[in-house]
């Protein structure tokens, strides 16, 4: 079994938020790794896959518990004294590859979702949803990005009539499985 998850080194939150501006955030912060478990023997190995500090993980839902190409991640990064999210990593885990896309300058995140495309092929052909908050314009948007090219222009910039709490977490259900 493989496990691949945000791991820090203590479950202090509010101490990952204490630091002193300028410093490299501190090593309580999340950073994906990945484990494998052998049922049979007990052994578990462990292994870190970046040391870019990340938080909320997210796969294709359809791979969740089953094997999978790609992990998107919130990465964190300094803001004065405060920790946000100020962009999204979109991780191969075959390769060991790593795309980031910023949200830009005074814009932070919240956690992305994966949404797939109808009658999509491949693992990662759909959509990151998220939600970003624009310090300098005061508003918060949902955006929408290609989940195969971060790169690209957002697909898509929803603005919104009212700011999105940075904690705000969601789930993405087509209309078929509502029914």
């Known amino acids: 079994m493989v496990l691949t998850a945000c791991r820090a080194e203590s479950s202090d939150v509010l101490a990952a938020h204490l630091y002193e501006p300028g410093l490299a955030p501190p090593n309580d912060l999340g950073r994906l790794h990945r484990w494998r478990l052998d049922l049979a023997t007990g052994e578990a190995r462990e292994e870190p896959l970046d040391d870019v500090p990340c938080e909320f993980p997210r ?22 004294d405060d920790l946000r999210f100020t962009g999204v990593m979109k991780y191969d885990l ?83 499985r509502l029914i």
Do not use: C, I, K, N
């Open 59 to 80: 796969v294709h839902e359809a791979h969740l518990g089953r094997p999978h190409r790609y992990a998107y991640v919130g990465r964190v990064g300094a803001v004065g």
């Open 94 to 176: 075959r390769t060991g590859s790593a795309e980031s896309l910023a949200w830009g300058r005074g814009r932070y995140g919240a956690e992305v979702l994966f949404v797939p495309r109808q009658r999509a092929r491949d693992e990662d052909d759909g959509y990151l949803l998220g939600y970003v908050w624009d310090q300098l314009e005061q508003r918060s948007e949902m955006v929408v990005v290609d989940a195969r090219d971060l790169f690209a222009r957002p697909l898509a910039r929803v603005l919104l009539p009212q700011r999105v709490p940075f904690g705000f977490h969601g789930a993405w259900l087509d209309a078929a």
